[in-house]
């Protein structure tokens, strides 16, 4: 009997050591807005879960929840990870407006140009200008998408006076700024609304780079897509990937340092060549489906670039307004992105 029970003991003891080796000494919760398939999700966020749990060998796991599984809706994002709810979320910035002013400056229009230039440029800004907006938080990294484009129902928008009277989705308060500049009727946005909006007449396009159509199956839903010749696009989007500042200083040193590894520029440049891998897939699928493709040539784009300036020079101003160097953060903007080319 007794030796019943000290191999008993023995197998239970086995049994815990093995559980314990296997067991992550940290869980984190990832929070997001679209789904699995999509390429931000698939081309990002997919392979940096993957490096940092292989990194750790299992002491850090990350639970990844696509399509806002855990409640709410995508603006409410940068909330649940400041206050504990989740652990990690990757947002459009944009989506709480008037909380990350410093990083509008690459949202306006005609900054930015490929997805992973621009990423690390921006990364580089946010670190030396932009991390006082996050000091509730622990941010891992930032990234932008490829060029904007134009997708409407009907014919393509070829010149500025075709915007007139069109309900265009933007997704932040700058680019539905410039959409109403330039004519169009702007409806401010997070873009998994935009299909069922598209589809309902809600709208009758809207502004988003190649890489998402694909998801939302804009080709389908559209008819036209316009974008502009040269290094630079309309505009673009800034995203975040955010950590609960408590749920960071919590771990030990050691993966810290593995998270450490893996954000920053690191991110950018993962997230950002994702962005433009998938515009080349985008492009390939509206021109494949019949749809009208245009690029606005160089010449006619000087008359955009100089229809949005009264968009940069009010920003510039109502950063002035609020105690920032509005010209300083453009022109550092540019520098950066300059600098990455």
Known sequence: MKRFLSIIATTMTVALAVGSANAADVTLRFHQFLS????????????????????????????????????????????????????????????????FPTAEAFELPFMTGDAESSSVALQKYMEAYGMDDFKDVHPLGFHTHGPGIMHVKGPAIKQISDLKGKKLRGPTRVITGMLGELGATPVGMPVPAVPESLSKGVIDGAVIPYEVSVPLKIAQLTDSHTGFEGDTGLYTATFGVIMNKQAYENMPADLRAIMDKHSGVAMARLFGRAMDEADVNGLRIAKESGNEVVEISMADKAKWVEAVQPVIDGWIAEMNGKGLDGQGLYDAAKAAIAAEK
């Open 36 to 99: 699995l398939k999509a390429d931000i999700p698939a081309r990002g966020i997919e392979p940096w879960i993957k490096k940092i749990e292989e990194e750790s060998n299992g002491r850090i796991k990350i639970e990844h929840y696509p399509s806002m599984q855990l409640g709410g809706a995508p603006p409410s994002l940068y909330g649940q990870a400041r206050d504990g709810v989740v652990d990690i979320i990757w947002t459009v910035l944009g989506y709480t407006p008037g909380l």
